[in-house]
């Protein structure tokens, strides 16, 4: 007589463990709108996104001999409530509804010359000279009913942020930068606000 029995594991009962590890295993990857961030405000903490907005202006550049470039920036708003986006900075910026709120701010200055665009697919660096580049990072909590900014150092502003897809009126991509103790990693969407 055998000292231990030997089962036989169902293949029904495999396959729908290997299913569902996979479905967990992929349900936060690649897209999607989830941000970590750490700063002191904020502490670190993962951020579901709610809305996401992004609008461009038109940036100039003058070098030392007077020669004047151009080059599309877009200024990206990410938060945890329902940001107005009626007029945008201003109303993006109005003062955030709660306590728990928080809303992470970015800027990418597009490839030279590009004048009125939307954002252009590729890799934004924080640590470019002036184009294709990340110029700025803030984070904005809400503590005791008062809005707290954060603004990365730009002099210490390190990582990358990908614009992977830009289709119709939205742009999303993947966020990694840090400054010091203040970080943002992960990935948004966010509606491309038109002028009128």
Sequence with gaps: MP???VRKLNPLLLFVVAITLVFVGCSKSGG???????????????????????????KTFTDVN????TASTYNFYVANYDLDAGN??????????SDDSVRVVFSLVGAEGAKDTPPETGTYSAKADKYMKVE???????????DI???FDRGKLSGEVKVTSVSG?????DIDVTAGDNTIKGSFTAKILQRK
């Design 136 to 146: 700025s990072v803030g984070i904005i909590a809400r503590k005791n009913g008062a």
């Design 88 to 97: 945008f900075g201003m109303t993006l910026e109005k003062p955030m509804p």
């Design 3 to 5: 000292l231990h029995k």
């Design 169 to 173: 009126d939205s742009a999303s991509g």
């Design 32 to 58: 999607g709108n989830d941000l970590h961030v750490k700063s002191p405000p904020t502490g670190e903490k993962d951020l579901a996104v709610k809305s996401s907005y992004a609008y461009g202006v038109v």
């Design 66 to 69: 007077g020669k004047m470039t």
């Design 149 to 151: 900014k954060t603004w």
